[in-house]
């Protein structure tokens, strides 16, 4: 006998609520996993002088090769001001990393920035230069969060923790 998908549906759905219902609150919560949401807004701002874009955007990370050893999931979040017409911007990145097993809070770190993204083991962070000057690349460390290195052109190489063509500041 064959089901239609809608049949197999409705079926599957039964057999869970069944099963909900008769094998009790702890087992099913102990099927359930760990779950976060993450919001993102846009807003325009007149003023007397300029409108302004407020952006707010947000989003979830996996880092399945994480150097703590296991997955790590990373919550960014970056805020845009810009003003039309006007070149740069009032930006920032900040990003939260928690364990990948259990949800709990790892580091964290924000830094002045338009763009941040996933570097192998690094999180890089751009803020876009203003009036011709060149853009700022800021990398923390995936391991601990806090370790920072900022330079002017692109980071190519890492070799035994040392990083070629930049300066470096300890947090």
């Not at 069944?18 to 919001?39: C, F, Q, W």
């Not at 050893?69 to 990373?74: I, T």
């Not at 097993?101 to 083991?121: D, H, I, N, Y």
Request: charged share 25%; net charge positive; glycine share 8%.
């Amino acid at each position: 006998m064959f089901l239609s998908d809608k049949s197999r549906i409705f079926i599957l759905g039964l057999i869970a609520g069944v099963l909900a219902e008769y094998v009790g609150p702890k087992v099913t919560a102990a099927l359930m996993t760990s779950s976060s949401s993450a919001i993102s807004s846009v807003q325009i701002k007149e003023t007397l002088i300029a409108t302004h874009f407020i952006t707010d955007n947000k989003r979830f990370d996996i880092v399945d090769d994480a150097p703590t050893g296991g997955p790590v999931v990373l919550r960014e979040a970056v805020r845009v001001d810009r003003q039309a017409g006007i070149e740069g911007a009032d930006a920032s990145v900040a990003v939260d990393a928690f364990d990948g097993a259990q949800m709990k809070p790892l580091w964290q770190f924000r830094e002045r920035g338009e763009v941040g993204e996933l570097r192998g083991s690094l999180y890089r962070i751009v803020k876009f230069g203003c009036c011709g000057a060149p853009p700022t690349y800021s990398y923390f460390s995936l391991q601990e969060g806090a370790s920072r290195v900022l330079c002017k052109r692109l980071l190519f190489s890492l070799r035994r923790r040392r990083f070629w063509a930049v300066e470096k500041w300890e947090s």
